[in-house]
């Protein structure tokens, strides 16, 4: 009898150990990353592929964008915009999202929905897991290759105004900035009042090419009084004000003949019922992502947001700013933005997607020779 509890102790030990294992292996899966350390270059742009070599095979389309404003409103959840009360809430957001020369979505965030990871996801285009969380607090430098140090690589100037965690994870990257910090989460005032009180002398200026802009004081509210508290109707009208200061200097911006303007309103992640963060349920994970730009059609009314991936905004702003896509992006660009291009173009920007993500699969996966091998080209009957 003795022995056999014992075996049966035995077999449950073993089996709590294989269990935990499991968990921590799905819970800290490994990232899909290139095993080259380098990062993109634009001059390792695939070729064109046309029947024959003709000497402009190494085109690239021009950029779509010469300005890009990022307006980041941290905790801004899907239906604050898109939702019933989001005319109430927004009214020239959605303005712009109805009537406008725009394009909206449901950006989903992949949890764990914490401001640090999502920033990496937004500018990497890749997914970091959990054991970014641990390091949230005390955020480095990124190293891995993002479209801020591909934006500064290729000469852009960029400015930042917001939420502290990105001047430690791009230290070096900005021509100017003012990190607000995110300590005293019962502040919900200064914090914001911190960025905006930028905005009237930078939009005057010419000498940037993107601003990036991270409000936190809705996060904050969301942390103190919840999603239907009192506060936050008057914070996302401040937030509209703001989108439509920025929207009207760059309508008047606007020269003839160069090249148009894009203006991004995103989350980092959203906000649960009771005003938190950091899971996976659908209140959380859903951020709106609105582009505008005279790049666009107008629309004729309110449309349902397509759903998009959060990462997908980074290989998007990399084609549209003619940068190489960051080695590491999984995300595909949002062929909506592409619509008034010609049918070339479109089908290169496509091809430059396509090539990077194969590049990332061939790079990440050891036997990805070994099975395209097996695949042998349907060539069409003559
Ligand atoms: C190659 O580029 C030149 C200048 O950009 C253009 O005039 C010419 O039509 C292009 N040729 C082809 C085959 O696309
Ligand atoms: C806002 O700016 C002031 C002056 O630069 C600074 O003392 C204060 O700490 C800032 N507030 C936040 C929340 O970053």
């Not at 929905?113 to 430098?141: E, Y």
């Not at 919840?226 to 760059?250: A, N, R, T, Y």
């Not at 949002?334 to 070339?344: A, D, M, Q, Y």
């Not at 090539?355 to 097996?374: A, F, I, M, N, V």
Request: one cysteine or more.
């Amino acid at each position: 009898m003795r022995v056999r509890s014992s075996v049966f102790a035995c077999f449950i030990l073993i089996f709590e150990v294989v269990g935990v294992a499991l968990f921590l292996r799905g819970f800290f899966p490994v990232p899909l990353k290139s095993s080259l350390s380098s990062k993109s270059r634009l001059s390792d742009s695939p070729a064109e592929p046309l029947a024959g070599s003709s000497p402009n095979s190494t085109r690239l389309p021009q950029p779509l964008f010469r300005r890009v404003v990022l307006m980041l409103v941290d905790a801004l959840r899907e239906d604050f915009v898109f939702g019933p009360t989001g005319g109430s809430n927004m009214p020239y957001t959605r303005y712009l999202v109805e009537k406008g020369s725009s394009h909206s979505f449901v950006a989903k965030a992949r949890p764990p929905t914490v401001t640090m990871p999502r920033i990496k996801a937004l500018t990497t285009g890749s997914i970091p897991g959990f054991i970014d969380v641990v390091m949230n607090l005390n955020s480095p430098a990124l190293l891995e290759d993002n479209l801020i140090w591909q934006a500064k690589t290729a000469g852009k100037r960029i400015i930042f105004y917001g939420d502290d965690t990105w001047v430690r994870l791009f230290p070096k990257h900005f021509m100017e900035h003012d990190g607000t910090t995110s300590f005293f989460v019962s502040d919900y005032t200064e914090v914001d009042n911190n960025v905006t009180r930028h905005l009237d002398s930078t939009l005057k200026r010419d000498d940037w090419d993107i601003l990036i802009l991270h409000y936190l004081g809705l996060d904050h509210i969301g942390h103190i009084s919840g999603p239907h508290s009192s506060l936050v109707q008057p914070k996302l009208l401040e937030m509209d004000d703001i989108l439509k200061k920025i929207h009207s200097s760059l309508v008047s911006k606007e020269a003839e003949g160069s090249l148009p303007y894009l203006l991004v309103l995103c989350g980092d992640h959203g906000m649960s019922e009771t005003g938190s963060h950091g899971g996976s349920s659908e209140p959380e994970v859903n951020t709106p992502l609105v582009l505008v730009s005279p790049a666009f059609k107008r629309k004729a009314g309110m449309e349902t947001p397509r759903v998009v991936e959060q990462v997908d905004l980074a290989p998007t702003l990399a084609l549209g700013l003619g940068l190489p896509i960051s080695q590491n992006s999984v995300g595909r660009v949002i062929p909506g933005i592409l619509e008034e291009t010609s049918l070339r173009d479109q089908l290169r920007f496509l091809h430059l997607n396509g090539h990077q993500l194969s590049c990332l699969l061939r790079d990440s996966t050891p036997d990805y020779k070994k099975g395209s091998r097996e695949i042998h080209p349907v060539l069409p009957p003559d």
